[in-house]
């Protein structure tokens, strides 16, 4: 089984500071990784994920996570964040090779942009 | 063209009663997932469908939770017997291909549920 921790639930950042989000995960198995945001009202739209190769991977909206196997995470950085980046993010893992290609999701972190 | 339509958006229910949330995909998207989201809480696994079959069910709490995708586009997940237990966002994805990994998840806005 698996399962993803987002120990923060809330982050506030100042406009155009950097921001961490940090997502870690456990599994027995491989695992793809996932960040979703999920802005208000709308529905959960993919930022980026790790499915092989490259460990840093780049995404949407100047977002990008670098994947650490031994330290079994998957943490989310901009180097300069916006007032519109306020949303809630969600980390999550799929199984490798799993019958399904469903997701385990994380608790989720709310980004909080301050002016 | 349109995204994952869900309806109703919003939905009342007293305890007991009968309920059907209803997923739109896009079109000719083989994948079908339904999620759970309680408040404060990420997503949480339903159920997958690949086309009209239902490959997976695991994630169903109960009995009292049913899901069809009866010709591989609609898909109606319905709830018996409401419990307040069952208050959440249901959110449907769907995927162009089998391997949802490789091609992107579209989200819909979700259907919340509130059971009194």
């Known amino acids: 089984a698996q399962s993803v921790t987002q120990l923060d639930s809330q982050v506030p950042v100042f406009e155009e500071a950097p921001v961490e989000l940090r997502c870690n995960y456990s599994?027995?198995?491989?695992?793809?990784l996932f960040w979703y945001v999920q802005y208000p009202n709308q529905g959960l739209q993919l930022l980026l994920k790790y499915l092989s190769g490259s460990t840093l991977v780049k995404g949407i909206n100047g977002f990008e996570a670098e994947f650490n196997k031994s330290q079994t995470s998957f943490h989310l950085r901009k180097p300069s964040v916006h007032i519109s980046d306020t949303a809630e993010y969600f980390c999550?893992?799929?199984?490798?090779?799993?019958?399904?290609?469903?997701?385990?999701f994380g608790t989720g972190t709310l980004l909080a942009v301050q002016p | 063209g349109a995204g994952v339509s869900q309806s109703p958006r919003y939905k009342v229910a007293k305890r007991g009663q009968d309920v059907a949330l209803r997923c739109d995909p896009i079109s000719g998207h083989v994948s079908l997932f339904w999620y759970q989201q309680a408040l404060g809480q990420g997503p949480e696994f339903l159920t997958y469908?690949?086309?009209?079959?239902?490959?997976?069910k695991s994630g169903l709490p109960s009995d009292r939770f049913f899901a069809e995708r009866p010709e591989g586009s609609v898909s109606t997940l319905k709830i018996q017997r409401t419990q307040q237990e069952d208050s959440a966002v249901y959110l449907c994805a769907s995927s162009l291909l089998v391997n949802s990994y490789n091609s992107p998840l579209h989200f819909g806005n979700g259907t919340r549920l509130t059971v009194t």
């Open positions: 599994s027995s198995v491989s695992v793809y």
């Open positions: 999550a893992v799929g199984q490798k090779g799993g019958a399904t290609n469903k997701l385990i």
């Open positions: 469908f690949q086309n009209e079959a239902q490959l997976d």
